[in-house]
């Protein structure tokens, strides 16, 4: 018999539950059975495994047989409570508190089990509340970027779903207008309409019964976000959804439905058509394909990365980082050297400060793109960075090859050259020997709480503290 110590202990309390049935005590029993009284209690509690012959023994004296003896059933609530209390207090989470596990006497009422056994309950509540969610959400979201890593982010089915619809509302060319994503609506039995008192935990609400689509007003008359908005809405219902079963599934319905709606405000075929014809004329440019298509900067590069490296052998990344330097989106195919947490999750983790990325924050004329070229322990790369800024915090938005394929994009003579050697610390997140000599237990600053789900807390003498940039920001003003 090969049991677990969890099915030992169940098996012990059945036993001892036909025992005091029978009114043995222990020694008469073991008697009976041809064993010591403190072998028998040793069974029962689950601390010693017995051999067939003696359950028979066992079964026969207390008038039962072996199967009853080992179902998997508690014998009674009170051996249920037992049983319960046991696996709590061998869990690791109980475990590591350090905690001495009570031990049940006969004399203990099961009201105090129960006491014991509700604060287990909410100990494993709260720990897996804690542990499962934003574990589970890195590890689904990293799973789904290597998924479409390995389809060069390109979704074909989407694609000519999105045309037929695109074509079945009358759309033509060029930027896709308010009115045909209402015409779209409208042939799927949708109305769209906008609505100020929507829940802050929504993007829009489907009301299916009556056809209804409630969306956000638009802030900006005319703001290209709305379209989107709108077309991610109808997508749930183009595309089958049922509700999400778990999060990676809630991850992959929200790349679909945004899949569907950069199908729809940069069709494939004109897509394809219009970056076919800038590398022709070495002329490739995010800036130039956002224009002709009407989208956002960060749209039109997300959009490359869907159709370039399927229709022009062209390998690419996308990043899109705050202006505090952590990566909030990204994409890549072409090996650029990314920064990781132990889950392999890139979001929320910070970029090389020698990244164009960063880079382009520094620049005194931001109105353009920042071309540069930065040399990586995985070759060199080129990059176009246009910055931003949202909800008063800045961002940018950077679309980068190889350095091989730089000269079909505009941008390519630059002279900006930076070198990289991150993951190696020294490139960009650790002060120089010669600062961190001068400042080393001179300086004691105040950490801000971080709130942000995917921070991770910068490594340093003060928690939550990044030692570089205080060295360097008490180098700066220490001259003054
Ligand atoms: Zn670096």
């Known amino acids: 018999m090969s049991t677990s110590g969890l099915e030992l202990s169940t098996l012990g309390h059945r036993i001892r539950h036909h025992r005091t049935a029978k009114g043995f005590t222990l020694d008469e029993l073991g008697a009976l059975v041809g064993i010591a009284g403190s072998q028998l209690s040793l069974i029962e509690n689950g601390k010693r495994e017995p051999k067939l012959s003696l359950l028979q023994a066992i079964a026969e004296a207390c008038s039962t047989n072996v199967a009853d003896l080992i179902s998997g059933e508690p014998p009674n609530r009170r051996a249920a409570l037992e049983i319960e209390l046991d696996r709590a207090q061998a869990s690791p989470v109980f475990r590591q508190l350090g905690i001495a596990p009570v031990r049940v006497s006969k004399g203990m009422n099961d009201e105090t089990i129960e006491a014991v056994l509700g604060l287990h309950r909410e100990l494993h509540r709260r720990e897996s509340e804690a542990i499962a969610t934003p574990e589970e959400a890195r590890r689904a979201n990293t799973e789904m970027r290597l998924t479409m890593r390995a389809r060069a982010n390109y979704l074909p089915e989407i694609e000519v779903l999105a045309e037929k619809h695109l074509k079945a509302a009358g759309h033509v060319s060029g930027a896709l207008t308010h009115r045909t994503v209402s015409l779209m609506a409208d042939k799927l039995g949708f109305e769209l309409i906008y609505a100020d008192d929507l829940p802050h935990s929504t993007r829009s609400i489907t009301d299916l019964e009556n056809g209804r689509i409630y969306l956000p007003p638009a802030s900006i008359p005319g703001g290209h976000g709305l379209r989107s908005m709108a077309l991610q809405a109808m997508a749930h219902r183009i595309l089958g959804h049922t509700p999400p079963t778990d999060y990676a599934n809630f991850l992959q319905q929200r790349l679909e439905i945004n899949y569907f709606a950069a199908c729809c405000l940069i069709p494939e075929t004109a897509g394809v058509a219009f970056l076919q014809q800038a590398k022709k004329d070495r002329n490739l440019a995010v800036e130039d394909f956002r224009d002709a298509f009407g989208v956002t900067h960060e749209a039109a590069g997300m959009r490359m990365t869907n159709l370039m490296t399927h229709h022009l052998d062209m390998r690419l990344h996308f990043l899109r980082v705050d202006e505090k330097g952590a990566i909030t989106r990204v994409y890549e195919n072409d090996d650029l050297p990314l920064p990781m947490d132990v889950t392999g999750a890139v979001e929320g983790q910070p970029a090389c400060r020698k990244f164009s990325a960063r880079a382009a924050f520094e620049q005194r004329n931001r109105t353009t793109e920042h071309y540069q070229y930065t040399d990586t322990p995985s070759g060199t790369f080129w990059c176009a960075t246009q910055t931003g800024s949202a909800h008063d915090s800045g961002f940018s938005i950077t679309v980068g090859v190889p350095f091989d394929d730089a000269r079909w994009w505009r941008g390519r003579e630059t002279s900006h050259r930076a070198q990289s050697n991150c993951p190696d610390e020294a490139c960009c997140r650790r002060a120089s020997a010669t600062i961190s000599q001068r400042w080393e237990g001179r300086a004691w600053p105040s950490a801000r709480v971080h709130?942000?789900?995917?921070?991770?807390?910068?490594?340093?003498?003060?928690?939550?503290?990044?030692?570089?940039?205080?060295?360097?920001?008490?180098?700066?003003?220490?001259?003054?």
Request: net charge negative; aromatic share 14%.
């Open 451 to 480: 709130t942000h789900m995917f921070s991770p807390l910068p490594r340093g003498a003060f928690p939550g503290v990044d030692d570089s940039e205080v060295y360097s920001f008490l180098d700066r003003h220490a001259g003054e």
